[in-house]
């Protein structure tokens, strides 16, 4: 009685629904007018029924005789849900379909589609608690997506004539130990290998272009060998644990305009096409010997890794390797144009070449790799920003036909480093800093005319306590503030041709604790944009020039010795001169300053004036006409 209700069922229900799945179009009573099975070729024998539902305590007798009623191409879609008696059930009939669902079947132990050869829309196979086998061995392509996921005892999957796929996941099948797919050619979207607790071999060996490739959180995999496959959008490999080698012998290029694509990963924002090779502790070898363009090229945080041989990259969108503690080399010596690469935290890597890089505004960031004694950028003429920071034992940096650099400049925390000289840089387009290099002597930029542009742009050379040479003789705007401190043996601070600094931000102009100065000039300078205060506090300065300065807000100069010149010859307006130093000003400086005060036409008035020294006879006078004029003039002997 159960089986002619549910045969009722099927019939009354779905039967009304005619699709066509197949690929053919006109043959075989699918949907042409010279079908054989059909005069029209939609009422044929072969027509099959449209939607068929197995659920409920459906037996596999049952099953079996709704499945020979559901024969022909136009059956598309078939839901397994939620069955309980159902053991094992055989659609021998089916060869395309458009939706499969085989879902939470308590005791459903195979699932046999022998003759299916297309998918189209959507296939899941889930939560089948007891399904140890899926056989479609005829399976040629999906269109869809097709899902096989969180079946706990499922142990083989026959997809042995699988040529092309769309989608295809397989993850959390905890018993499966081999994923085959010996026939596959062509991934045009996805495959996702993850989360397989026993699973110790992939077979791809057919595989020869992928869209994306994921392979991750596979415990028990040792290998990865993917012997043919030649082109790449993303191929993603993390947290296999005992992953050891990964053989990409012949891979030789991207060609995905993927945006979007990601792949989970806690520490890094892994997006793009590209090969993300990550977390996987015992991994030593790497074999893409035959790739010239990987997009990214991420290689991060994988314990063992000593072997990887980039030679044949000729260009790539960007470059990480990160946290590698045993890879001793990083080598392009093909490598023409990049836009971004990172060498980070890499304890035991010795060497890194980068002999041909030449264009792609490529953004350089390396720090904490501590037995790297040189960074070289022979030929690289253009940068997109440069961080160079914490390599302990790095004594040389090479970069000597750079020209520009688009973005922030950093040059800190080098223990070794000696000489830090740019020789070709004219232009470096937003912050700029030499900062706490312990060993450093010589800063030297020959051609560098700009820092910034109308954005912020700060000039910081500090704490850098051996170095007594800063050459800038050509730099002549700054676009934002300066900062020079801490350099306790530089002697001289000279600026020939800087002419504006700082911009409409309110930024500093800050020169203090340089141990050794006696002399800051600055003989060209004319501008200095919404800067608050030019604050000087130097030891032993003798001598400043700031000759062609005519505007500035407040001016503050100390010093423990006395000051013996001063040059404010063309001082205009100004809100402060807060000339209270320590050490005292001169006489002839006293009397060169005011008399350029009062000679200011027309009359400053509402100013503040601070001045120690001994004033002359004539000082005093000039002293009581600018109070006169209403200024507040202290002075302090």
Do not use: W
């Amino acid at each position: 009685m159960k089986y002619t209700f549910l045969r009722i069922f099927v019939i009354t229900i779905v039967v009304a629904m005619a699709f066509s799945c197949s690929p053919e179009d006109g043959e075989n009573g699918v949907n042409g007018t010279d079908g054989i099975d059909g005069t029209d070729g939609i009422s044929g024998a072969d027509n099959g029924l449209g939607y068929v539902v197995f659920s409920g305590n459906i037996t596999n007798d049952e099953a079996s005789a709704i499945a020979a009623e559901i024969s022909g191409k136009n059956t598309h879609t078939l839901l397994i849900k939620n069955t309980t008696n159902l053991t094992t059930l055989d659609l021998s009939q089916v060869s395309t379909l458009v939706r499969l669902e085989v879902i939470d079947n308590d005791n459903l132990q195979t699932l046999s589609l022998p003759n299916l050869e297309f998918t189209y829309e959507e296939v899941i196979i889930s939560d089948n608690q007891s399904l140890e086998r899926i056989d479609a061995p005829s399976l040629i392509n999906t269109f869809g997506s097709f899902s096989i996921n969180s079946n706990s005892v499922l142990n083989t999957i026959n997809f042995g004539n699988l040529t092309r796929i769309k989608t295809l996941s397989i993850l959390e099948n905890p018993l499966l130990g081999n994923v085959n797919l010996p026939s596959l050619i062509d991934i045009i979207s996805r495959l996702s290998i993850l989360n397989l607790e026993n699973l110790t071999s992939i077979g791809l060996n057919a595989l020869e272009s992928t869209n994306v490739l994921e392979i991750r959180e596979n415990p028990k995999l040792e290998i990865i060998d993917i012997p043919n496959l030649i082109t790449h959008g993303a191929i993603g490999i993390s947290d296999n644990e005992n992953l050891e080698t990964i053989n990409l012998p012949v891979l030789s290029n991207n060609n995905s305009d993927l945006q979007s694509i990601r792949f989970n990963n806690d520490d890094l924002d892994l997006e793009g096409p590209g090969l993300y090779i990550t977390n996987n502790s015992i991994l030593t070898t790497i074999d893409i010997t035959s790739l010239t363009n990987p997009g990214n090229l991420v290689i991060n945080n994988n314990d063992n890794l000593t072997i990887i041989d980039t030679g044949a990259i000729t260009s790539t969108a960007g470059i990480l390797f990160r946290s590698n503690p045993r890879i001793t080399s990083i080598a392009f010596p093909s490598l023409t144009s990049c836009t971004n690469i990172i060498i980070l935290e890499n304890e035991a890597l010795t060497n890194v070449t980068f002999p041909n890089l030449e264009e792609g505004n490529s953004n350089i960031y390396f720090s904490e790799n501590n037995l790297v004694t040189s960074l070289a950028f022979p030929k690289l003429i253009s940068s997109d920003g440069i961080f160079i920071s914490e390599n302990v034992a790095l004594e040389n940096i090479e970069f000597n036909l750079l020209r520009s650099n688009e973005g922030s400049f950093n040059v800190s925390a080098l223990q070794s480093l000696q000489t830090a000289s740019f020789p070709s840089l004219e232009t470096s387009l937003s912050n700029f800093s030499i900062a706490s290099n312990a060993a450093l002597t010589s800063i030297s930029f020959p051609m560098l005319t700009t820092i910034g542009r109308e954005t912020r742009a700060n000039f910081n050379i500090s704490n850098n306590p051996l170095v007594t040479n800063v050459d800038f003789p050509n730099l002549s705007t700054v676009f934002l503030g300066l900062t020079i401190t801490g350099n306790t043996a530089l002697t001289e601070i000279t600026f020939p041709l800087l002419t504006n600094i700082g911009n409409e931000r309110g930024p500093s102009f800050r020169i203090n604790d340089n141990g050794l100065i006696s002399n800051i000039s600055f003989p060209n300078l004319e501008v200095v944009n919404s800067i608050n205060t030019i604050d000087i506090s130097e030891d032993m300065l003798e001598t400043v020039d700031f000759g062609t300065l005519t505007t500035l807000s407040e001016l503050d100069i100390d010093s423990t010795v006395l000051l013996t010149s001063l040059s404010l010859s063309s001082i205009q307006d100004f809100s402060a001169l807060d000339l209270d130093s320590t050490g005292g000003l001169s006489t002839t400086v006293l009397d060169d300053v005011l008399t350029r005060l009062v000679s200011i036409t027309p009359e400053i008035m509402g100013k503040r004036i601070v001045i120690r020294g001994t004033l002359s006879t004539e000082a005093l006078v000039q002293v009581e006409t600018l109070r006169a004029n209403g200024n507040s003039v202290t002075i302090r002997n």
